[in-house]
DNA sequence: GAACGGATTTGATCGAAGTCAAGGACGGGT
DNA sequence: ACCCGTCCTTGACTTCGATCAAATCCGTTC
């Protein structure tokens, strides 16, 4: 909010340049709290692909997304998958409070991750009333979208889907050109939208060119997206 | 837990009788909060159908539910519906530090509430450490479940959503008789249930005639289920 | 920059669920 | 006990998205 940068003595070094030291749950910790957390957190880097977390085994710990994007999903027993949301930085990834994952946790890009070692992180919730106050508004937040969600798996057409996660994805991600056009750079491909979307690749494919020939969006290469409308991707949203 | 009464010197008479007393967030509550809430909480009661909240409008304030379940909603601007959630006592009805409510909600069948204000639940919160944690505790839980839920809308057969829809009431209503079997009465109808999963009343049906054939479950007027073999129903939800 | 391999697009056909249309059962009230 | 309205079930047909099968695009590597 202000332009100022207020001198913070004790905030420890890998925290000042840190990209989300002023976004998600960080935001809210003063410098001796950032001091027990950096104390003990170390980061790491994935390449798109890495496993983070598997569905049904133990909680290791917790880890704030500092750069890059990661899916999360559950599977049915014959191999069914659903991805159930994404996260982008500063998201907090871990589920609290739980000793088992309630699901899985893949890296969709290169992703840089600040992970928090579980009885540190369960710690300062335990002693910060500004932190847990945060992370309830956080999981209150993801409970909206989710249900959201919801809405877009059970009452949507297929191209109202591709359309929903296209925004979804612009509200995240997406800048703007020259043109007042927003560019978007897809996080996942075809296959994850289809996951995202409950539908399968094909149809995903058709329903981007079909956005495509409406001209609402254009397609460069495959995982670049133009919204040239977003008006128009909104009423096509449903 | 315990079969002993302990006695609770200054709690409410209000609440000393309530059947949701130790259940929800009231379990986490000392005489001292409960006698703030119940200095300003007031019981009422609202027949089927009755609307309790509607998309987008402003919040009044909370609700426990101590009697009775409440369908959650969301509707697309032209009109199609998904119901994104039920509540059944004791859970507590409302968004937390929102001044809108992002969903509708309806009482199913008959309903009991202990409605809060929302200033005085609101400061609760900012006072009690203990109901903080619970609330995130809940809305954390609630999370998994939508999730768990996305999966059924996304990937799941027409029979496998009636399925699962009938395990999801059968863990928090049902009741089991001399034989074993598993008797529900069904707080929502054919509707709902095509709302709550994403299909059509028509589907519905035929899917509850199909378990009916199959053996797994028995159907006793509309509204009353016997499931037979609950195994067989957790094979068939998917 | 040519060749390779995985990802994406497109086309043809199939099938599960939706739509439209009766018909039947339940339950509430008289 | 009967009647009536609502909710539910069933049947016939349609439709949207899934499936199966190529063809093509693109990014990468050599």
Redesign the interface.
Known sequence: MDTLVKPEPTVPMACRSCRVRHGGMCEVLGPVELARLAACSRRTRHGSGEALAVESDAVHGYANVTRGTVK?S?V???G???L??LQFAPDLMG????SES??SAEAATEVELCRIPRDVLEGLVADS?GL??R???Q??Q???E??????T????SAVERVASVLLLIATRMGGRDAHGNITLDLPIGRADMA?F??LTIETVSRQMSRLRREGVISVQGHRCVVIHDIEALGARS?
């Open positions: 999360l559950r049915l027993r014959d069914r998958q659903q159930v949301g589920r609290l409070f739980s309630p699901l009333e847990k106050q992370l309830l508004e999981a209150l993801d409970l909206d989710a249900r959201e969600w919801m809405v798996l059970g009452r949507k996951d979307l409950g449903g």
